[in-house]
């Protein structure tokens, strides 16, 4: 069956550096564009980043622009997450998906940026 496990998360410092990982299975992880989400504590799902089925083009939501780096390795059908610079407000569960979320979520990796 189609699964994906997140990991990676902790507690850092204010800029501070992290990398999150998605494991994939159960389906041809190299055919779908995938993405990271995040939520934070009484907020909606939000998109954070984006990468194509090959890798070669990448997407990020305004607020991590510069900070974060999606990559992927078909080869290990992993999802990857860089984010550094981090800051209070990227404090969320961080979700792994395929860009249209058709995939069954995940249970996330938390995240948590604080002194």
């Known amino acids: 069956q189609v699964q994906l496990v997140e990991s990676g998360g902790g507690l850092v410092q204010p800029g501070g550096s992290l990398r999150l990982s998605c494991v994939a299975s159960?389906?041809?992880?190299?055919?779908?564009?995938l993405s990271w989400y995040r939520q934070a504590p009484g907020k909606e799902r939000e998109l954070v980043a984006t990468?194509?089925?090959?890798?070669?083009?990448?997407n990020y939501v305004d607020s991590v622009k510069g900070r974060f780096t999606i990559s992927r390795s078909n080869a290990k059908n992993t999802l990857y997450l860089q984010m550094n610079s981090l800051k209070p407000e990227d404090t969320a569960v961080y979700y792994c998906?395929?860009?249209?979320?058709?995939?069954?979520w995940g249970q996330g990796t938390q995240v948590t940026v604080s002194s």
């Open positions: 159960g389906f041809t992880f190299s055919s779908y564009v």
């Open positions: 998906n395929a860009f249209t979320r058709i995939l069954p």
């Open positions: 990468i194509g089925s090959t890798g070669g083009a990448t």
